[in-house]
């Protein structure tokens, strides 16, 4: 019994993961295409990038198609993620581009969920659960329709595993981890959960060193991981921030302008009285 069980652990995230790409199956051809953001704003990405490198051309300044900047200034729209890039090249000009980064990135948050669990020495079943929880769950993906919510989701999850790895001493796989994680995230994801994030792991990390004496190297190596993970992201996070600089965004947005269009006042007073059904755009 304790034989099979041994076999089963080794393959029980294979079962999840299959499971992920039967439920996404209408995706796996040209038939389906991810829906909302990931079709009407990233399938355009990825036709200019799969474009620009097949003549040639590394895609950062080709073209300027964010009001008026250059789309590598867009960390969202991954000019400087290999991964991105790969698939991109592969499907310069079809559905499959984003469908694939779709159903890999649900796969890879799954993968990442499975073994956070097994770090917290969960049972097999207790693991396959919580892989697919955190893949279907809204709260740790958002906007699950928009590449840089799952590549945050990604890199968030695999820097946390890296801080859990990092505590059984294994400083090369942490750093890996690390580098990979804040790679991913620095070079594909969203801005503001990033940020929001990295604080969070950040006091993580401080509470690990302070009280986890015995792993205090191996997470010093960790922190070496992540810093060059934020050096070779550089280009994506300067460009992002010269865009902030040259964009009305970096002056300030007083009230009025925030308020302006963003939500009907009856939305507003539905939040206190809900009355108004509500509909999709809200």
């Not at 507003?268 to 809900?274: G, I, S, T």
């Amino acid at each position: 019994m304790n034989i099979w069980s041994k076999r089963l652990s080794k393959h029980l995230w294979l079962i999840g993961a299959l499971a992920i790409v039967v439920a996404n199956f209408k995706i796996l051809t040209t038939d389906k295409v991810v829906r909302w953001d990931a079709f009407d704003e990233m399938l355009t990405y990825f036709r200019w990038l799969g474009s620009a490198l097949r003549q040639g051309h590394f895609p950062d300044f080709f073209p300027n198609i964010m009001s008026g900047y250059p789309i590598g200034s867009n960390i969202q729209a991954g000019t400087y993620n290999i991964f991105y890039l790969t698939l991109a090249f592969a499907f310069p000009d079809s559905v499959l581009s984003v469908n694939y980064v779709y159903l890999i990135t649900q796969i890879a948050i799954f993968g990442l969920g499975y073994a956070i669990g097994k770090s917290y020495q969960f049972s097999m079943l207790c693991r396959l659960y919580f892989g697919l929880a955190l893949t279907a769950s809204g709260f740790v993906i958002g906007h699950a329709s928009h590449f840089s919510y799952l590549a945050t989701a990604c890199g968030l999850l695999g820097c946390f595993l890296a801080l859990r790895v990092s505590l059984s001493n294994h400083g090369p796989a942490a750093v890996t981890l690390l580098f990979i994680s804040v790679y991913h995230m620095f070079t594909a994801g969203y801005p503001a959960n990033i940020l929001f994030g990295a604080q969070c792991l950040m006091v993580y990390w401080i509470y690990l060193f302070i009280t986890v004496e015995s792993a205090r190297r191996a997470l010093l190596i960790a922190a070496a991981g992540a810093t060059a993970g934020i050096l070779v992201s550089a280009p994506a996070i300067f460009h992002f921030l010269n865009l902030l600089q040259l964009s009305p965004r970096g002056d300030g947005l007083d009230i009025d302008t925030v308020v302006a269009g963003s939500l009907p006042t009856y939305s507003m007073l539905n939040f206190f009285f809900p009355v108004w059904e509500m509909r999709y755009s809200e």
